[in-house]
């Protein structure tokens, strides 16, 4: 253990001095928050620092404690895992540890830490801070630090963030890694079920999470599992005779494959581990199937990256600095989280204590309390699987007279995610005991065939027949942009032919005007007084109504894999800058997140337009970023320009300006990735969030049994729209959103909530402010 250094402390500059570390397991997307960290520190005013190797830098200090530059950062967003490393440390256990990390804090005059890692490194982190005062004290009392020395000292003020795979903090929807690695597993199982299916074998897959099923949950909803296995709510007693049972019934209904997820830590309700192993014999043994086992193992843990995790480090480092400076030695440490698209400040003991509760639940067998413990979202995903692996149980089906027919249409582009929530819609229906009645190829699809074609065009779907659909890109009862109003009468028609008793919508901005259109058309066709939901999915993200529609993660995904090869190529050319041409229609939202995910230098919107100042500012901005990056190899840049952010600078045009007035100093090319955007297989999120969407919805559906037409005609709550709202998944009403929150001209919502985010790009990729506004 190295000694405690007696060095004077840096003199005090005036300027806060913001320290940042990873510790614990790493995770993909801590590169891209210590980057946020550092810069943000930095535009701010105050000096950054990395702390190398977790705790165990803090407590040797000295090179251990790097004062960092913009540049050291360039392109770390990108990069999987923590490139200023990650360790257990045991000295820190320690007192005599904790205090040389004092000691060495004080002594390059650190005011600030931000610790990102999981609840362990939280509980450290809190525990220094609460143990500060005295450990200052024992520095002077033991004459290793002088009393002025110490005086500017006398708070630490610390910020968690949350970096894990595992997604086991409570408090937070999603940590810092947990999308990578959720991503990593799905693109396994993928895989692993074409070779299954033909085989017709079963598949025993063991991921990661020792006290947390997120992983293997969300997986199994992803990849539609037929059996999940999670530490926080074990199965029955008799769970060998369970999962025999639901694995028979799905062969029975004609499945080729099998897939049982069982996470790490998975036990029965006494504890006792339920191993793959014990999985597999009795897959073999009992139902007869030929069976393997697949521990994933730590790529799941490796790799860039998810867009989600890039954008969740980076606006959880961003607001982590602001935390520190708006901190005051009363203001208890706070731990940064995100409540559905809200990035909120908690109190990082409180979610600490709450997260061992839940491991302390599971330890006293009070998995009820366990699962409470867990987010909402846990145990409305813990339900959504159960009710669409279930194929028999008759305590979910209603009563005849509350069954429906349920109309499931999909609506303009393609997105992805759109079949894994029309196949859990279809479970659903099945499950409680309604019809799922596909309405295929859209609007046109329905009138064009109702007379000679009527069971091509409109058709019951049966379990088996959406089983598959959980990880299809693409549409599998195919779409159509074209809207009602070409033929409402034969719409309405068709909704009466087909005893349609309720609408499901699935689709983007034409979905939406869609039923606005049949909403507005009640006053003449009794047929549309039925309750209608849009499902918003789109890649664009730009369904007013909700901050998230389905679809869009795949298409940030999609970009940043081909910006990365981009940039990659740009780097090695040294000099050159690519103008990258997003889709989104009228809005920058692909755009600016894109941009937010692989540090670009600059995003073009259409909502801010591009003006020839704007064009000539960012060329001075590229002159300067050159000249300070000569020679690195991660100096390729990136712009991102929205498809119709300008009529006259197009995209290829930008590029020439560019490489014309740069003065020879630097290349530019554009690139246009089309409808590469649309992803081939839709991401984990979009998939999972499908399915949250697609079962809510029905449930909301229901609520509606029992009202006559007039009645149903009359609730503005008829015609609604679901999605993700600030911290809350809500139902507005079409009535309202269509009135008050939708601009019709631009097809998009009147207030984007994303719009400051292009601040957050400009900063951290250092462009000045001012550009925007000239
Ligand atoms: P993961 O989720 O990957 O397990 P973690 O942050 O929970 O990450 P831990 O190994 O529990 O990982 O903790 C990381 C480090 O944090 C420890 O090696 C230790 O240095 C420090 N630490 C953890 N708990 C304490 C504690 N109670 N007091 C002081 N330091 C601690």
């Given at each position: ?18 320290a940042v ?7 993909p997307g ?6 946020a960290v ?5 535009a ?8 190398y ?11 251990m404690i ?11 967003l ?13 000295d ?8 040389k ?8 005059g ?22 500060w005062?005295?450990?200052?004290e024992e520095?002077?009392a ?5 009393e002025e ?15 894990s795979?595992d ?10 890694g947990?999308y ?7 693109n ?10 033909s085989h017709q074998?079963?598949?025993?897959i ?8 997120w992983?293997?949950?969300?997986a ?10 999670i ?6 007693e008799?769970?060998?005779?369970e ?6 019934k ?5 499945k080729r494959?099998?897939?049982v ?5 998975a036990h ?5 581990p ?16 030929d069976?393997?086992?697949t ?11 998810a867009?989600y995790?890039r ?14 400076l708006?901190a005051t030695?009363e ?9 559905e698209?809200?990035?909120?400040r ?6 600490v204590k709450?997260t061992?509760?839940v491991a302390?639940?599971i ?9 409470e413990g867990?987010d ?5 995903y813990?339900?959504a ?8 149980k008759?305590d979910?089906?209603l ?9 499931i ?8 995610g ?9 479970a659903y ?15 046109p699809?329905l009138?064009r ?6 069971l ?16 299809r890109?693409?549409s599998?009862?195919g ?5 009602p ?10 909704f009466?032919?087909?005893?349609i008793?309720a609408?499901?919508?699935v689709?983007?901005?034409?979905a939406?005007t ?13 047929a549309?007084?039925?309750?209608i ?8 993200n ?13 298409c940030?995904?999609a970009l940043?894999t081909?910006?990365d090869?981009?940039r ?15 889709q989104?229609g ?6 600016t997140?894109?941009g937010l ?6 995003v073009y ?9 704007m064009l ?9 970023q050159?000249?300070?990056?000569a ?14 952010a ?7 045009v930008?590029?020439?300006i ?7 100093k ?6 246009v990735p089309?409808h590469?955007?649309?992803g081939?297989?839709p991401s984990?999120m979009d ?8 079962i809510?919805?029905l ?6 049994h029992g009202?006559?037409k ?8 008829s015609?609604?729209?679901?999605g993700?709202r ?8 079409m ?6 929150e939708t ?13 400051n985010?292009i601040d ?12 925007r506004?000239?």
């Amino acid at each position: 253990m190295a000694e405690i250094n007696l060095s004077p402390p840096a003199m005090p500059t005036g300027k806060k001095k913001i320290a940042v570390m990873t510790s614990g397991g790493d995770s993909p997307g801590m590169s891209g928050a210590v980057r946020a960290v550092i810069r943000q520190t930095i535009a701010s005013g105050c000096v950054a620092y990395a702390v190398y190797e977790g705790y165990q830098g803090l407590v040797d200090g000295g090179e251990m404690i790097k004062q960092m530059q913009w540049e050291d950062v360039r392109g770390w967003l990108s990069e999987g895992g923590t490139l200023i490393g990650t360790a257990r440390c045991m000295d820190f256990h320690e007192r005599a540890g904790r205090l040389k990390a004092a000691n060495n804090m004080i002594e390059k005059g650190i005011d600030a830490l931000v610790i990102c890692g999981g609840d362990g490194s939280l509980t450290g982190a809190d525990r220094f801070r609460s143990e500060w005062p005295s450990l200052v004290e024992e520095l002077v009392a033991t004459g290793k630090r002088r009393e002025e020395e110490v005086k500017p000292f006398k708070h630490l003020n610390i910020v968690g963030l949350v970096g894990s795979i595992d997604n086991d903090l409570s408090s937070t929807d999603a940590t810092i890694g947990c999308y990578s690695s959720l991503d990593r597993i799905c693109n396994a199982i993928d895989t692993i079920d074409s070779t299954a299916f033909s085989h017709q074998r079963a598949f025993v897959i063991e991921v990661m999470g020792r006290h947390c099923g997120w992983l293997a949950l969300m997986a199994g909803v992803s990849c539609g599992a037929d059996f999940v296995f999670i530490p926080e709510n074990p199965p029955s007693e008799n769970w060998e005779d369970e999962m025999c049972s639901v694995i028979k019934k799905h062969r029975e209904l004609g499945k080729r494959k099998t897939t049982v997820i069982v996470a790490e830590g998975a036990h029965d309700q006494e504890l006792h581990p339920i191993s793959p192993s014990r999985v597999k014999d009795l897959l073999s043994k009992r139902v007869g199937l030929d069976t393997r086992v697949t521990t994933l193992g730590h790529v799941q843990r490796g790799g860039p990256p998810a867009a989600y995790d890039r954008m969740l480090a980076t606006l959880q480092g961003v607001e982590a600095v602001k935390a520190v400076l708006e901190a005051t030695p009363e203001t208890p440490s706070p731990v940064i989280c995100i409540v559905e698209n809200k990035i909120v400040r908690k109190n990082l003991m409180e979610a600490v204590k709450l997260t061992k509760q839940v491991a302390a639940d599971i330890e006293s067998k009070n998995f009820k309390k366990a699962m409470e413990g867990r987010d909402a979202e846990f145990s409305e995903y813990w339900q959504a699987f159960n009710i669409t692996t279930a194929t028999d149980k008759e305590d979910l089906r209603l009563p005849q007279e509350q069954r429906m027919r349920v109309g499931i249409i999909h609506v303009g582009a393609p997105a992805g995610g759109m079949n894994a929530a029309t196949r859990a819609a279809t479970a659903y229906c099945l499950a409680r005991g309604h019809t799922p009645v596909a309405l295929h190829n859209g609007f046109p699809g329905l009138c064009r065939h109702h007379d000679d074609k009527p069971l091509g065009a409109v058709r019951d779907i049966d379990w088996l027949d959406a089983e598959n659909w959980a990880s299809r890109g693409g549409s599998e009862i195919g779409t159509n942009r074209a809207l009602p109003s070409e033929d409402f009468k034969t719409t309405a028609y068709c909704f009466e032919k087909y005893k349609i008793d309720a609408l499901w919508v699935v689709g983007g901005f034409e979905a939406f005007t869609a039923v606005s259109e049949l909403r507005k058309a009640r006053e003449q066709y009794d047929a549309f007084k039925i309750p209608i939901v849009v499902i918003p999915a789109t890649v664009s993200n730009n369904v007013p109504g909700t901050e998230y529609s389905i679809g869009s993660d795949t298409c940030l995904n999609a970009l940043i894999t081909y910006c990365d090869a981009i940039r990659q190529s740009a780097s090695a050319s040294r000099r050159r800058v690519f103008v990258v041409e997003t889709q989104g229609g009228a809005s920058g939202y692909i755009a600016t997140i894109a941009g937010l995910s692989i540090g670009a230098t600059a995003v073009y919107t259409p909502e801010e337009g591009i003006h020839l100042n704007m064009l000539v500012e960012d060329i001075k901005f590229l002159k300067e970023q050159f000249t300070k990056d000569a020679g690195s190899t991660r100096s390729g840049k990136i712009i991102l320009r929205n498809e119709k952010a300008s009529k006259v600078y197009t995209t290829e045009v930008i590029a020439d300006i560019i490489k014309e007035e740069s003065g020879g100093k630097f290349d530019s090319r554009f690139a246009v990735p089309g409808h590469v955007q649309q992803g081939g297989t839709p991401s984990p999120m979009d998939r999972v969030r499908g399915v949250r969407f697609g079962i809510k919805s029905l449930q909301h559906l229901e609520s509606f049994h029992g009202k006559s037409k007039e009645e149903i005609a009359n609730d503005p709550m008829s015609a609604t729209v679901i999605g993700i709202r600030g911290a809350k998944v809500k139902f507005s009403a079409m009535e309202k959103i269509e009135r008050d929150e939708t601009d019709w001209k631009d097809r998009r919502p009147l207030n984007e909530f994303w719009m400051n985010l292009i601040d957050v790009v400009d900063t951290l990729s250092g462009r000045p402010k001012s550009f925007r506004a000239l």
